[in-house]
């Protein structure tokens, strides 16, 4: 006999149940928005009651408290930022659901997580924690609700993991005893958003975070990640690593009005520990209250580069105070078909591992200056590390000694406010850091203005920042 008549499951009480199973706990406002997305107001997660359907908001009421009095879900607790009572499935519950699911209540039966490839867990392992725990729990999940909402907003869709698919054991060496050890890299999740037309994919390592870890803690957990990616990557080069595993882990905190001061901490442990994984691997952090920009930041990076960031460039270029490369055609600058940037070989960029974005500026009659552009949306490490990165490789490269490359000027663009100061406070590295960043622009690609590294906008009548930084400014 069908199991949802056995316990009178309506499909409303069918889906609830099958959405406390997929995030393991929601509120009732939660599962509100996520049974119909048509009711979803563009301010959320704020909402004000009188953007609420009462009478549906209340037949959810009614359905949970039906399941609560059949013994199906259970209050887990309260929300610890609103005070929401917290709803999750009892043991009974998460039998039903593995019912309804068509998932084989065996031991071991795990599966990727992916696309609905739902395994198996004990209750234990399936049901909220309590207490100190749960806010974290919570954070979580808020996370995943939210992602799910936007990528519904914007036209993107969203998968996700929690750290019971996401967990795998990986082996070191450790320091101290100078042997092979076994250890768990344990991110709280990963997710996956793809475009709708399925051309585009981006998928991410996510951590959630307190407010309350120490340095120390910090350093221990991006230790992980180095050792894990060391592990992984034997044998492997980074352009197929990428296809495979994520390529970015979004660190997404509680802290609101002090996210800069937290930044510091997480930024100075991070650079300390990843090593040479910090080009490979950008991190962004960001809270609730920021996650739709970031998110639309990561995913819309290569149109930044190809579309605004071309185009601005475009009469900078063609400017008869510019010289430098490229050089485009009269003909041709206006068509959007032509790159407004220079490139390495092939073989280069596989030698330093990524894709370097970059003009050449004539210093002099004998040498050049680098101009390299690097995304950089206020609380994120890709832009940074790979002007680094390029600052101790680029002597070394073939294309750059014959030019004779004396000096790469980052710029670093952004899409939304301007970022604050660069601050290396902390940094292992601090000196050879703040070195590479003696000498740097600004540049908001949606504005096309142009700033100094005090902040300072350039009066583009007066000089084109691609000259900005040579001996005579014309």
């Not at 071991?108 to 609905?116: I, L, P, V």
């Not at 954070?139 to 869709?157: C, P, Q, R, T, Y």
């Not at 795998?168 to 100078?178: L, N, P, Q, R, S």
């Not at 100075?268 to 090593?275: L, S």
Request: proline share 4%; glycine share 4%; charged share 25%.
């Amino acid at each position: 006999m069908d199991i949802r008549k056995i316990h009178k499951l309506s499909p409303t009480k069918s889906h609830i149940i099958e959405r406390l199973f997929i995030y393991r706990s929601l509120t009732a406002y939660q599962l509100y928005f996520l049974l119909d997305s048509s009711d979803i107001p563009l301010t959320y997660p704020h909402f004000t009651w009188d953007q609420l359907r009462v009478p549906r908001l209340r037949s959810i009421w009614n359905r949970l408290a039906e399941l609560q009095k059949s013994g199906l879900v259970v209050v887990a607790g309260k929300h610890p930022e609103n005070d929401q009572r917290i709803f999750s499935l009892s043991e009974d519950g998460l039998s039903i659901a593995y019912h309804l699911l068509d998932i084989p209540q065996i031991e071991g039966y795990h599966r990727t997580g992916w696309d609905k490839e739902h395994g198996y867990f004990p209750y234990n392992l399936y049901r909220p924690p309590k207490e100190r725990l749960l806010k974290h729990h919570m954070l979580g999940v808020d996370f995943n609700v939210l992602m799910e909402l936007l990528a519904i907003k914007h036209n993107f869709s969203f998968d996700f993991i929690d750290n019971r698919y996401s967990s795998v054991g990986y082996t070191t060496i450790d320091d101290g005893e100078k042997k092979q050890v076994e250890k768990i890299f344990r991110p709280d999740g990963e997710f996956i958003i793809r475009s709708k037309d399925g051309q585009k994919k981006f998928h991410s390592w996510v951590e959630f975070d307190m407010g309350t870890e120490k340095g120390s803690f910090l350093f221990e957990k991006f230790s992980r990640y180095q050792q894990f990616l060391n592990y992984i990557a034997q044998g492997i080069d980074r352009k197929s690593l990428a296809s495979s595993i994520p390529d970015s882990i979004f660190f997404i905190t509680t802290a609101r009005q002090s996210i800069w001061s937290r930044w510091q901490n997480i930024f100075r442990n991070y650079m300390n520990a990843i090593g040479p994984w910090s080009t490979y691997l950008n991190l962004y952090v960001g809270n609730m209250e920021t996650l739709e920009p970031l998110v639309l930041s990561h995913i819309n990076s290569n149109e930044l580069y190809r579309k605004q960031l071309n185009s601005n460039l475009r009469p900078l270029l063609d400017d008869s105070r510019f010289t430098g490369q490229p050089k485009p055609s009269k003909v041709l600058v206006n068509s959007n078909t032509v790159s407004s940037f220079c490139f390495l070989y092939e073989n280069e960029m596989k030698e330093i591992g990524w894709e370097p974005f970059f003009t050449v500026t004539q210093s002099d009659s004998q040498s050049h200056q680098i101009y390299l552009y690097l995304k950089y949306d206020e609380y994120e490490t890709g832009g940074i590390s790979k002007a680094l990165d390029f600052a101790k490789k680029y002597r070394s490269i073939e294309s750059m000694k014959r030019i004779n490359a004396k000096e790469v000027i980052p710029v670093l663009f952004y899409s939304e406010k301007k970022p604050r100061s660069l601050e290396f406070m902390g940094c292992e590295e601090k000196e050879a850091f703040e070195e590479v960043f003696e000498r740097f622009l600004w540049h908001d690609i949606s504005l096309n203005k142009w700033f100094d590294k005090s902040g300072v906008e350039l009066d583009l009548r007066r000089v084109n920042p691609l000259n900005y930084f040579t001996m005579a400014r014309i």
